[in-house]
């Protein structure tokens, strides 16, 4: 990331000194269950990285607690303190999903009378039929390619203390599922994860950023991103071959060069533009940005001034 004079660059060994150590509430056994297919994290990185994170994040959600409570008195009326919402952005393959996995299971235990969900963009993707339809299924994971009217109705929603069914999104099957819903249930923390969650303007008016209360953008180098990308491809490849219904079966089943020369033309094609035009240009609107290195080590630490 080139110098930024809107953020403080924190290297690791500093950020680490920023929290003092307690008892540890992972391990490495349930860390191994939190994180993505093809990621890497430690109870290190844990201590090191996520539990000052989380701290800072408490420091924020106390000043939206309080400034609620003042808007309260301003008003002579009892105000209820709306849902945080943190939002988690940056590229495919970078992470993203781990790191909020991993925020929903350090908070809720950090903070047990808080009640913490976790939803992800991916629901609000058009179904593949109407991909197709429109011609845009190549586009999938463009702004174009997202129901933002939805999504941005859902937070408003969640942010005036309603319950909100969400549409479910399946990895495996490449699509919406059909008839699937996640229900929000007026929670005091909401993450939302995905790569545009710092991007498009549903109008001219009104960004899904908006409605975050705290941001983190998960940030690397666009060719080690690459590398994890086709790594982890491969891995899907690797089990896919069980499951005729997966997405993946198709591939691996096939020529695994075939299939290998596909994905880095997908990548090439889908998610490097996709980075470099639509997620790349939002990064500067997060509150804190993570950089990672080779074997998805967070270097370095980005905070913004103001």
Same mark, same amino acid.
């Given at each position: 990331?080139?110098?930024?004079?809107?953020?403080?660059?924190?290297?690791?060994?500093?950020? +680490?000194?920023?929290? $003092?150590?307690?008892?540890?509430?992972? !391990? &490495?056994?349930?860390?191994?269950?939190?994180?993505?297919?093809?990621?890497?994290?430690?109870?290190?990185?844990?201590?090191?990285?996520?539990?000052?994170?989380?701290? #800072?994040?408490?420091?924020?959600?106390?000043?939206?607690?309080?400034?609620?409570?003042?808007?309260?008195? =301003?008003?002579?009326?009892?105000?209820?303190?709306?849902? =945080?919402?943190?939002?988690?952005?940056?590229?495919? $393959?970078? %992470?993203?999903?781990?790191?909020?996995?991993?925020? +929903?299971?350090?908070?809720?235990?950090?903070?047990?009378?808080?009640?913490?969900? #976790?939803?992800?963009?991916?629901?609000?993707?058009?179904?593949?039929?109407?991909?197709?339809?429109? %011609?845009?299924?190549?586009?999938?994971?463009?702004?174009?390619?997202?129901?933002?009217?939805?999504?941005?109705? !859902?937070?408003?929603?969640?942010?005036?203390?309603? *319950?909100?069914?969400?549409?479910?999104?399946?990895? &495996?099957?490449?699509?919406?599922?059909?008839?699937? =819903? *996640?229900?929000?249930?007026?929670?005091?923390?909401?993450?939302?994860?995905?790569?545009?969650?710092?991007?498009?303007?549903?109008? &001219?008016?009104?960004?899904?950023?908006?409605?975050?209360?705290?941001?983190?953008?998960?940030?690397?180098?666009?060719?080690?991103? *690459?590398?994890?990308?086709? *790594?982890?491809?491969?891995?899907?490849?690797? !089990?896919?071959?069980?499951?005729?219904?997966?997405?993946?079966? &198709?591939?691996?089943? %096939?020529?695994? +060069? $075939?299939?290998?020369?596909?994905?880095?033309?997908?990548?090439?094609?889908?998610?490097?533009?996709?980075?470099?035009?639509?997620?790349?240009?939002?990064?500067?609107?997060?509150?804190?940005?993570?950089?990672? +290195?080779?074997?998805?080590?967070?270097?370095?630490?980005? #905070?913004?001034?103001?």
């Amino acid at each position: 990331m080139k110098e930024n004079i809107n953020y403080y660059e924190i290297p690791r060994s500093e950020w +680490q000194g920023y929290y $003092a150590k307690e008892h540890m509430p992972l !391990t &490495q056994e349930e860390l191994d269950g939190i994180k993505s297919l093809n990621d890497r994290i430690s109870v290190q990185d844990v201590e090191d990285i996520y539990m000052p994170l989380c701290h #800072l994040i408490h420091l924020y959600m106390k000043e939206f607690e309080s400034l609620t409570l003042s808007k309260g008195l =301003f008003l002579h009326r009892y105000v209820k303190v709306p849902p =945080f919402i943190i939002g988690v952005a940056g590229s495919v $393959a970078v %992470g993203k999903s781990t790191a909020a996995r991993l925020l +929903q299971t350090l908070l809720s235990r950090l903070f047990s009378r808080k009640m913490v969900q #976790l939803i992800t963009t991916d629901g609000f993707l058009y179904p593949n039929a109407i991909l197709e339809e429109r %011609g845009i299924m190549n586009r999938k994971g463009f702004p174009e390619s997202y129901d933002m009217e939805r999504l941005i109705q !859902t937070l408003n929603e969640v942010k005036s203390g309603k *319950e909100v069914d969400i549409p479910l999104y399946s990895h &495996q099957v490449y699509d919406i599922v059909p008839g699937g =819903f *996640e229900t929000i249930q007026q929670p005091d923390i909401l993450i939302v994860e995905g790569i545009n969650t710092l991007q498009l303007p549903a109008n &001219q008016q009104i960004y899904v950023s908006d409605f975050f209360d705290f941001s983190i953008f998960m940030d690397a180098e666009p060719k080690l991103i *690459e590398k994890w990308y086709l *790594e982890r491809f491969e891995s899907l490849l690797d !089990t896919a071959f069980l499951d005729p219904k997966n997405y993946y079966y &198709q591939f691996a089943i %096939g020529d695994r +060069q $075939a299939a290998l020369e596909m994905s880095r033309s997908v990548w090439k094609n889908v998610n490097l533009k996709n980075l470099e035009e639509f997620i790349l240009p939002t990064r500067g609107r997060a509150d804190i940005i993570l950089h990672k +290195q080779e074997n998805h080590l967070i270097d370095r630490i980005y #905070l913004r001034k103001h």
